[in-house]
C-alpha cells in the first residue's frame, strides 16, 4: 500500500462521526454591519506603519512621483491587467520604488488584495525597498467575509493581501519595520473618477 | 519526533519540573520572560475587543474544523485533485523519515544545495533540517527568530516567536560573532538591518525555496501562507523550486471558511489585525516547480483518539502559550517538544506517551488556555485526560501517585477526613512555623502556610444549613 492509500484508509477507520458543514454565509450575514468603511481602512493603514496618501485619480501621476521624490529604480505597473511570468524574477532586485494598484481594500484589517495580474510579476513587491499600493476608494470592503465573497483567488495563481511594510519584533518584542520585505509602504486613496 | 539540529539535547524522558526548575534557577530572568509573554497576551486582548462577533467566529472556527476532519479523507483527495490540475505536484508523507526522504528527493534531482526556508514548525518536528545537512545541503531558516536560534544551533521556544527565550544582549553576541555586527551593540533596529543583509543574500542565492502552510484550500487547490516579514514571499518568488510542507490537519474547505480563520489567527496570535503579508499560492511561476508535502506523521492516530481529536483544530497561533502561567514561568524548551505549551501537552503524549507523561502535569488546569483559543479546543479537558491515561499507564512517580492513593482513602471516609483535619489545625496552631514549612516544602518555599480557620465548613454547616433544612422536611 503506498502512502496515499495508507493515510486515506487510516483517516477513514479513525475519523469521528460527520459533522455537518456550517452555513458561513448565513451566519456571518447576522454580523454587525460595519460603516465608514473608508475613514476605517484609512485609520487602520496608519497604525500598520503605512502612509496614507489621499487625492482623486485624476492626479494620480503627480501623487505617485510625489511620494517618493528623486529616487533610485522605479518599476511601476499600476496598469497591469495581466500576467507576466517570464521575466527573471532577480531582475528586480535592485527596485527601490514600486508601483501596483490593488483590486480592493479591506476596512476592518487595511489588507490591499494584488492578484497577479496586478503585480505582473512575483518577486518586484516584495524585493523592492518601496511599495505604492493604489487603493480605488470605491473598492474598499468591510470586512475579509466580503472580500473572500467577491474575490476569484485561484484565478491568477498567485495572489497576496498586503497590509503594511515587512516588519519583525523577533528581538525582545520590539517592533522594527523593514525585516526582509519592504522597509515603507504608502497607500494611495483615490476616488473613481478617471 | 525529536527534532535536533546535532544538538546535544534532550533526555530520553522529559522531566517537564526539572527542566523548569532550570530555568527558575534565574528568577530575573524568569519576570521578564513571564511579562514579554503576557504584554502579548495583552495586544491579543485589545484586538479581540474590536471585534464584536469574536465568540460567533470562535464558534463557527471550531465547527468548520470538526467538520472537516470528519470528512478529512474527501478534503484530501478534493485538494489533491485541484492542486494537481494547478499544476503543483501533490506527495503524501507517512511520517517525518518518508517526509524527508521525499523532500530530499526532489533537491537532489535537481542538484540543489542551497535551500531557504520560512517557518516550518512541521520541519522542525520532522528534524529536517540535519537531516538534510548530513545531506550536503545548506538549509538557511529565514524567518528571523527561528534564523536566530538556528546560529546559536537551538530550537524554538515558541512556535510564532521562537527568540522570544533571549535577551537582545544575547543576540548581539551571536550576531558579532557571526555576522560580524560591532561587538555590545544590540539595538533591535540595527540588528535587524543586519540579518536583511544576510539573508538577502541567500534569497536571492537560493536554488529551491521550503514553507510552512497555514491553511490548504480544498476546493480551489491552493495553499496559504502568513508572514510578517515576507521571507516566505522572497523565498517562493525567487526560487525555481517551492516546496510546501504541511500537516494534513491544515485542510479547510473554501475560501468562504478561510475569511473566518484569517480574522481569528493573527488577532488571536500577536494581536495584529491580519499578518503583513497573506499569500495565496494556486500555481507555480513560469518554469518553476511547486511540490506540496501532505504529512501525517501520527496526525490520523490522535484523529481515532475519542477524547482527543480535537486537538487536530488548532490553526497554531500561540494564543494557549502566551496565557498559560506554566509556559510564561518554565519557558518553551523545559517542554522538550516541538510545540510546547497547553497545545503541546496534548499533542505530543500522543506521539509517545513515556517520553512526554509529565507534559500533561505542566498545568495548573486554569483553562485559561480554553478560554483564549481561538477554535475552542477544549485543552484543559484533555490535560486532564492524558494524566489519568498518564497515571493508567504507570508513568507517573510514585511519590505522586502514592499523595493520590493516600488522598483517595481519606476522602472517601469522613470520619477519618473530619480527624484528620483536627489533628492537621491543631498542628498547626502549636507546631513551630519553620517546621511547619519544611513538612509542606516545596510548596512552601515561595508562599506562607495558612492560619487554621476558627470554624471549619463541616461545623458551620451543621450550625447554619443543617438545622434548616432539618425544619424544612418537618
Known amino acids: ?194 | 519526533m525529536t527534532p535536533s539540529r546535532g544538538l546535544p539535547v534532550i533526555e530520553p524522558v522529559v522531566d517537564h519540573a526539572a527542566a523548569a526548575a532550570r530555568f527558575n534557577a534565574n528568577p530575573d530572568r524568569v519576570t521578564w520572560h513571564d511579562a514579554a509573554l503576557w504584554f502579548v497576551r495583552e495586544k491579543r486582548d485589545q484586538a479581540v475587543t474590536e471585534v464584536a462577533e469574536w465568540e460567533e467566529l470562535r464558534g463557527l472556527a471550531s465547527s468548520i474544523k470538526e467538520h472537516t476532519l470528519s470528512r478529512l479523507d474527501e478534503y484530501l483527495l478534493m485538494f489533491e485533485s485541484a492542486a494537481t490540475t494547478n499544476g503543483a505536484v501533490v506527495h503524501w508523507a507517512r511520517d517525518a523519515e518518508e517526509h524527508n526522504r521525499i523532500v530530499y528527493g526532489i533537491l537532489e534531482s535537481h542538484g540543489v544545495s542551497r535551500l531557504v526556508k520560512s517557518k516550518s514548525m512541521l520541519t522542525e518536528e520532522c528534524g529536517l533540517n540535519p537531516y538534510l545537512e548530513a545531506r550536503g545541503i545548506a538549509v538557511v531558516d529565514t524567518d528571523l527568530g527561528e534564523r536566530i536560534v538556528q546560529m546559536r544551533r537551538e530550537h524554538p521556544s515558541h512556535i510564532v516567536m521562537p527568540a522570544i527565550h533571549l535577551k537582545k544582549e544575547e543576540i548581539a553576541e551571536t550576531f558579532a560573532a557571526q555576522l560580524g555586527t560591532e561587538p555590545g551593540v544590540s539595538d533591535p533596529i540595527t540588528l535587524v538591518a543586519a540579518a536583511r543583509g544576510h539573508l538577502r543574500e541567500r534569497f536571492l542565492d537560493a536554488q529551491a525555496a521550503l514553507t510552512g502552510v497555514n491553511f490548504a484550500i480544498a476546493e480551489t487547490g491552493g495553499v496559504v501562507v502568513c508572514t510578517n516579514e515576507g521571507n516566505a514571499d522572497l523565498g517562493v518568488a525567487l526560487a525555481p523550486i517551492h516546496i510546501a510542507s504541511m500537516g494534513i490537519e491544515k485542510m479547510i474547505p473554501g475560501t468562504a471558511e478561510l475569511a473566518v480563520f484569517l480574522r481569528l489567527l493573527a488577532r488571536s496570535g500577536t494581536g495584529q489585525r491580519i499578518t503583513v503579508y497573506t499569500t495565496h499560492v494556486h500555481r507555480p511561476r513560469a518554469g518553476q516547480e511547486l511540490h506540496i508535502v501532505l504529512v501525517d506523521n501520527g496526525r490520523t492516530t490522535q484523529l481515532g483518539r475519542d477524547g482527543f481529536w480535537r486537538s487536530l483544530k488548532c490553526i497554531r497561533c500561540g494564543a494557549c502559550m502566551n496565557t498559560c502561567p506554566v509556559y510564561r514561568r518554565s519557558g518553551g524548551h523545559s517542554y522538550g517538544s516541538t510545540v510546547p505549551g497547553p497545545i503541546g501537552s496534548v499533542l505530543t503524549p500522543g506521539i509517545d506517551l513515556e517520553k512526554y507523561a509529565s507534559l500533561p502535569f505542566a498545568s495548573t488546569l486554569c483553562g485559561s488556555c480554553t478560554a483564549v483559543c481561538p477554535v475552542k479546543i477544549d485543552l484543559d479537558a484533555q490535560l486532564y485526560r492524558w494524566r489519568q491515561i498518564a497515571v493508567d499507564a504507570g508513568y507517573v512517580s510514585g511519590k505522586k501517585r502514592g499523595a493520590a492513593v493516600v488522598a483517595a482513602k481519606i476522602l472517601a471516609r469522613p470520619r477519618l477526613f473530619a480527624l484528620i483535619g483536627r489533628a492537621t489545625r491543631v498542628a498547626l496552631r502549636i507546631l513551630p512555623r519553620s517546621l511547619v514549612a519544611a513538612v509542606a516544602a516545596p510548596w512552601s518555599r515561595d508562599r506562607d502556610v495558612p492560619s487554621p480557620a476558627s470554624q471549619t465548613f463541616r461545623a458551620w454547616y451543621k450550625a447554619n444549613r443543617a438545622s434548616r433544612r432539618a425544619g424544612k422536611r418537618q
Open chain 1, 1 to 194: 500500500m503506498n502512502a496515499r492509500e495508507s493515510i486515506i484508509g487510516a483517516i477513514r477507520d479513525a475519523k469521528p462521526a460527520t459533522v455537518a458543514r456550517p452555513d458561513v454565509r448565513t451566519a456571518v450575514g447576522r454580523f454587525p454591519q460595519r460603516t465608514n468603511v473608508i475613514e476605517t481602512f484609512a485609520e487602520s493603514v496608519a497604525l500598520s506603519g503605512a502612509r496614507v496618501i489621499e487625492g482623486k485619480r485624476s492626479q494620480l501621476a503627480e501623487l505617485l512621483a510625489a511620494a517618493y521624490p528623486a529616487r533610485g529604480r522605479r518599476v511601476s505597473v499600476v496598469e497591469a491587467v495581466e500576467v507576466d511570468d517570464g521575466v527573471s524574477p532577480h531582475s528586480f532586485a535592485d527596485t527601490d520604488v514600486f508601483i501596483c494598484e490593488a483590486t480592493l481594500g479591506v476596512a476592518e484589517n487595511r489588507a490591499a488584495w494584488l492578484p497577479l495580474s496586478r503585480l505582473r510579476h512575483r518577486s518586484a513587491v516584495f524585493l523592492a525597498t518601496n511599495v505604492i499600493i493604489v487603493v480605488d476608494r470605491a473598492r474598499i470592503v468591510a470586512d475579509l467575509h466580503e472580500a473572500y465573497a467577491t474575490l476569484d483567488v485561484a484565478i491568477d495563481g498567485f495572489g497576496v493581501f498586503v497590509a503594511g511594510p515587512s516588519k519583525t519584533a523577533d528581538i525582545e518584542q520590539s517592533l522594527v519595520i523593514g525585516a526582509h520585505g519592504p522597509t515603507s509602504l504608502t497607500i494611495v486613496l483615490v476616488d473613481g473618477a478617471a
